[in-house]
């Protein structure tokens, strides 16, 4: 039996609740929510599961020691003291990050080379041999996160953010993070029940999101690597058969996912990663103007995008966000229509009243995830004004 340890999963903020969930689902043992970061125990296994099949983690990190700090001289010595020799040989490179959030440290990139140095002395000291720093590819990737005068020491088994699943070679202006698509797709509660649009694709972000959440598909398969795989108890017999089990639980699916775009390069970029994602059976792209569209068929629709904020396009934003709520009452009956904007002014003229809003953000822009639900029929009294 392996044993059992205390993980700390990171994601976006207003995302906590969507990954406790996904992680008490996953077999999860002890999940608290945190903010910004949900704790968890489980084991090395269990560790790789969750960096594969996680949708809403940014980050799986494993802390290793826990001490007070006041002073730099306390944080030195504390780390020198650790047993590196049991995560790391001085043949290894290494590369340190540091989050701070406190009165008596301010510089993060001061604390990681302190923890840099402490590391290398350690070496140096009890072998004659110095690691060296890689911040690319390193062998080990330590993390330090001080809040007042508690020091976490972690290492982090993912590398790079999970966001970076390994499909997305193209992007347009203003791409969305995949971890932010997935979870605005959980957060609309879609249950695969219907069919499910996003009328302004871009890239084609949300639409794969969707799909894998349909299917059930591991969101980070593609990926190159993970740090764990260069740590020295990695064990690729066990992965495999982690990778195995969640490949077993895919599932079809018979609804519709589609998209469009009214600029044709993005209708090729979301093309050609859908197609690095193998969702081509999926999901359907098509070059339309969303406001020239109207909704075909009776049933339920679920849709959900990401329209222009005005921040990097020059758009009148109010005239553009009227047009969103005329589309949607004049031409998308039956449908629940989600979409995120950081731009809260234009968002008073869409014309309809919002049944949910919800605080998130968007990178660092401050931003709401609102719902209109559109009704059938009479296009004077059904719908929401």
Partial sequence: MQEN??????????????LANELTQMGAQDVKQGTRSVSFVGDKGFMYKANLGLRTAIKILKPIATFRVRNENDLYKELYAMPWENYMTPKNTLAVDATIHSDLFTN???????????????????TGERPNVDLKFPDLKINIHIDRQQCTVSLDSSGDSLHKRGYKTATNIAP?????AAG???LSGWDGQSDFMDPMCGSGTILIETAMIACNIPPNLMRKEFAFERWQDWDVDLFEKIEESLLKKTRDFHHKIYGYDKAPSAVLKAKDNIKNAHLEDFIEVKHEDFFKTQKGGDAKLHMLFNPPYGE??????????????DTLKQNYP??????????LEALKHVGLRPSRKIHLYNAK?????????????????????
């Fill in 365 to 385: 822009l401050e931003a709401r995830l609102v719902k209109y639900q559109i009704y059938e029929g009479s296009k004077k009294g059904k719908y929401l004004k």
């Fill in 312 to 325: 990097r396009l020059n758009l009148d934003m109010e005239a553009f966000y009227k047009n969103i709520g």
């Fill in 108 to 126: 993060s990139l001061y604390i990681a080379l302190k923890t840099k140095d402490a590391i290398v002395d350690k070496f140096r000291d009890t």
């Fill in 5 to 18: 340890f205390t993980m700390l999963a990171k994601t976006l903020f207003g995302f906590e609740e969507l």
């Fill in 334 to 343: 039956n449908t629940d229509a989600w979409f995120i904007t950081s731009n």
């Fill in 176 to 180: 969305i993070n995949e971890v932010l």
């Fill in 184 to 186: 605005l797709v959980m």
